[in-house]
C-alpha cells in the first residue's frame, strides 16, 4: 500500500526566504507525482507534475524534483512572498501496466507561513 | 475556459439523512474522481468515474455511491449520514485516467 509522508507539518519564515518542502513515498513504481496548493476551506490548485521518467519540473519561482529511485520529491520555492502561504500537498499516482488509474494518494501536507 | 465547478458550496445535513453533492469537469475532461478531506488531513480517494461506470474505489463503504452522465458531470451521492462523514467532498476531473487532474472548489459537508 502506497504511503505518502509530508515534513515538516509546519513551517514559518520570513518573507525572501529560499525553502524546500519535502515528500517520499513507500512505492517507487508510481506514474506520476503532482504538488499542489491548498488556502483554508478552498480546493486544491495544482502547481507542478511530474511524470515518472523526469527528474524535475520548474514554474516561475518554483522547482520541484523527483527521485524515484529513492522514493522522494522536494519542492523548492524562490523568493518567498506572503501570499504563498498555504498548505501544499503532494500526491503520487501508481502504474498500472503502461499508464495509471489516476487514483491519487496524497501525504497530510505541509502548512506554510510566510510572514512579511 | 470553466474549470472544475462543484455544488452546492455548504451543506448541513441531520445524522441519517442522505445527501447528493454535484460535480461539473472542466472543457474537454472525461474522467471524475472524488475525494474526501477531513479537517487538517490529506484528501481520500473515494472513487472514479470513465465512461459512466466507477472504475477504482477507494476505501469508502458501500453508502457511498455514485454517477456519471453523458456528459461527463459526476453525483456523490452518500446515505445514513454519520457525523464522521463532515469534511470537504472534492471532484476531481481530467483526460482520461492518467491525465494531470484539476480540482474544483469543494463541497463542505457538515452532519450534526
Known amino acids: 500500500k502506497q504511503e505518502v509522508t509530508q515534513i515538516p507539518a509546519a513551517l514559518s519564515v520570513p518573507e525572501g526566504e529560499n525553502l524546500v518542502l519535502n515528500c517520499s513515498f513507500t512505492d517507487s513504481a508510481i506514474y506520476n507525482l503532482q504538488w499542489f496548493r491548498q488556502d483554508p476551506g478552498k480546493g486544491l490548485t495544482s502547481l507542478l507534475l511530474?511524470?515518472?521518467?523526469?527528474r524535475e519540473q520548474t514554474s516561475g519561482r518554483l522547482n520541484a524534483s523527483l527521485d524515484k529511485s529513492s522514493g522522494r520529491s522536494t519542492l523548492y520555492i524562490a523568493a518567498s512572498q506572503p501570499g504563498d502561504s498555504a498548505t501544499y500537498l503532494c500526491?503520487?499516482?501508481?502504474?498500472?501496466?503502461?499508464?495509471?488509474?489516476?487514483?491519487?494518494?496524497f501525504g497530510q501536507g505541509t502548512i506554510l507561513t510566510v510572514h512579511p | 475556459d470553466a474549470g472544475v465547478t462543484q455544488s452546492p458550496t455548504h451543506l448541513i445535513k441531520t445524522r441519517g439523512q442522505q445527501v447528493t453533492l454535484r460535480c461539473s469537469p472542466k472543457?474537454?475532461?472525461?474522467?471524475v474522481s472524488w475525494y474526501q478531506q477531513a479537517l487538517g488531513q490529506g484528501p481520500q480517494f473515494i472513487f472514479q468515474?470513465?465512461?459512466?461506470?466507477?472504475?477504482q474505489r477507494g476505501n469508502f463503504p458501500d453508502r457511498f455511491s455514485g454517477h456519471q452522465f453523458p456528459n461527463y458531470s459526476s453525483e456523490l451521492n452518500v446515505n445514513a449520514l454519520l457525523l464522521g462523514d463532515s469534511a470537504l467532498y472534492l471532484c476531481a476531473s481530467s483526460l482520461v485516467s492518467a491525465g494531470e487532474q484539476y480540482f474544483g472548489p469543494g463541497t463542505r459537508l457538515t452532519v450534526t
Open positions: 511530474i511524470q515518472s521518467s523526469q
Open positions: 468515474y470513465y465512461e459512466e461506470e466507477e472504475r
Open positions: 472543457s474537454g475532461h472525461d474522467t
Open positions: 500526491a503520487v499516482t501508481m502504474r498500472a501496466g503502461g499508464t495509471s488509474y489516476g487514483k491519487l494518494t
